[in-house]
């Protein structure tokens, strides 16, 4: 069989997304081999650049080690870039030109893979554009999109069905990078790889359950965009979410990606959609004692509009109404200009009945920590090494970098974009699955925006606001620790 050529055209190659991301990323899996032999790049935006200025926006982001500068050179090769508007069909026809020079010579067909790095404003002109003209003559076309997914339940099925108008849905690749990580991806495996978890699963043995997202930066500077959106949108309503299903969903019914997106349905509409009364709201404020970027509040940043009341900071109650999870509360927290870089799942197991050591028992928790320092352990009573009979309480700890050492994981980014090689859709977000992950969330967004409550100060480089401690406490979470 002959080479299929692969071609991937980055809409939006002049932006930020691209040069931070998607080329470096591309780059590190040329460099890695793990892309079709002869797969090249093409660039399209608005601003005229050569492949060299290209290259130099993006050099800073590359990480080049030392020894790879020859196969950097040739990655470049690969690349070409195109000049052009995003609402002209003639420019789209050059754009056309430009993939078929990668197809020619080939006697195999050609494959496409279009990565959205666009402003939402003109996500339907190009996608429409791309249908019109650039597809594969004879391949496939897959088509990578990036959040934002709409704003609210009718923004985003306005835009869903755009994409489902030009699109079937298995050439549709929405991203959240939040099902590339290691951990993420581990959950799965560790619930239906394991026999010990599966049965202690469910409202009988699980207290309470918290999925938890911290940062230790702000909107540095980019508050612009951020305010547009929101705490909420940015990462409760997808990253978090998606997580919520894999902790919550039932087996599926095998490893396929439909079979998994059912279930992740599946638990998503069974979903109560939460209410301000089950949520505490955040901004930072700026820490004088602080250094740099912490000295300053979200209300500091001058593209932020002044007096906005937008969230950074949210921790929301969640309730599945289904037979499994009836009366555990899910929490979800998340901020920004927090003490730490964080994102974890707790798994709070209930009191041991029956007790017999005086209340002296923790609870048990499985921890699964997303980043940083991935990590699985369970936190566990033992008795005290020694002569005396007292017990305390320690981990069965399966530390990554310990355990695998030396061991690299790839970025969430680069197993996606492998994925969509592959045509592999199984940490990809279906259409049906984003519309009930917004109508979860869209009532508390239009009830934020109408009322304007105003979010608690917190201090750069805290916790969040301690209501967010006590909203634990009245959800049968108890707070041991530092998280
Ligand atoms: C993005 C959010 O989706 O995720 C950002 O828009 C956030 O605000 C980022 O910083 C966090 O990703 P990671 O992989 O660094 O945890």
């Known amino acids: 069989e002959g080479k299929v050529p692969h071609v991937v055209g980055v809409m939006g190659a002049s932006g930020d ?30 601003s005229k650049l050569t492949v060299a200025e290209l290259r130099a926006k993006c050099d800073q982001y590359m990480k080049v080690a030392p020894g790879e500068e020859a196969k950097y050179e040739a990655f470049w090769k690969y ?42 404003s003109v996500f339907e002109t190009v996608t429409a554009h791309i249908k019109e003209t650039c597809m594969a003559p004879k391949g496939w076309t897959r088509i990578i999109v990036e959040k934002p997914f709409g704003k609210d339940t009718a923004s985003s099925a306005k835009l869903s069905s755009h994409l489902s108008s030009l699109f079937r849905e298995d050439q549709l690749y929405r991203i959240d990078h939040y099902l590339g990580k290691e951990m993420v991806q581990n959950l799965m495996i560790l619930r239906f790889g394991n026999s010990i978890f599966n049965p202690l699963w469910n409202h009988h043995n699980i207290a309470s359950v918290l999925i938890s997202f911290k940062e230790p930066f702000g909107t540095e500077g980019r508050g612009g965009y951020f305010d547009e959106f929101g705490i909420v949108r940015d990462v409760m309503q997808n990253h978090l ?19 998994i997106r059912d279930e992740k349905v599946k638990v998503l509409k069974s979903i109560e959609p939460p209410t301000l009364n089950d949520v505490v709201l955040g901004q930072y404020v700026g820490d004088p004692s602080g250094s ?27 309730h ?12 979800l927290r998340c901020g920004k200009a927090l003490n730490e870089r964080k994102a974890e799942v707790r798994i709070q197991f209930k009191d041991v009945p029956g007790d017999i050591f005086g209340g002296m028992a923790k609870r048990n928790e499985l921890v699964v ?22 017990m305390e309480e320690t981990e069965l700890d399966l530390t990554y970098r310990a355990r695998y050492k030396g061991v690299k994981l790839p970025d969430a980014y ?32 239009h009830e934020i925006e109408g009322k304007k409550p105003t979010p608690i100060p917190y201090k ?10 006590d909203l634990l406490a009245k959800n049968n979470f108890k707070y041991y620790g530092t998280y």
């Open 320 to 331: 599945i109404r289904n037979e499994k999870w009836e009366g555990v509360p899910f929490i």
């Open 79 to 120: 690349n070409r870039y195109v000049a052009g508007s995003y609402d002209t069909r003639r420019d789209f026809e050059l754009l056309d030109k430009a993939f078929a020079e990668f197809h020619k010579g080939s006697s195999e067909v050609g494959n496409r893979v279009f990565y959205l790095a666009l402003p939402p």
């Open 241 to 259: 979410l998606q997580i919520l299903c894999l902790v919550a969903m039932q087996k599926p019914c095998s490893t396929r990606a439909d079979d």
């Open 369 to 390: 920590r997303v980043q940083p320092n991935e990590a699985v352990y369970v936190k566990m009573m033992t008795k005290t090494p020694g002569m005396s009979f007292e």
């Open 292 to 318: 740099g970027e912490a000295k300053l509040g979200y209300l500091d940043d001058p593209t932020v509009p002044a007096g906005s009341s937008t969230p950074t900071f949210a921790s929301a109650v969640v």
């Open 414 to 445: 680069e197993r996606l974009i492998v994925d969509v090689f592959c045509g592999t859709q199984m940490h990809f977000v279906r259409t049906d699955e984003l519309a009930e992950a917004w109508r979860i969330f869209t009532p508390l967004l």
């Open 460 to 469: 750069f480089g805290s916790r969040g606001p301690t209501e967010a401690d």
């Open 17 to 46: 997304l691209a040069k931070k991301k998607i080329y470096p990323t591309l780059w590190w899996l040329f460099r890695d081999g793990l892309l079709p032999e002869d797969t090249a790049f093409i660039g399209y935006a608005r």
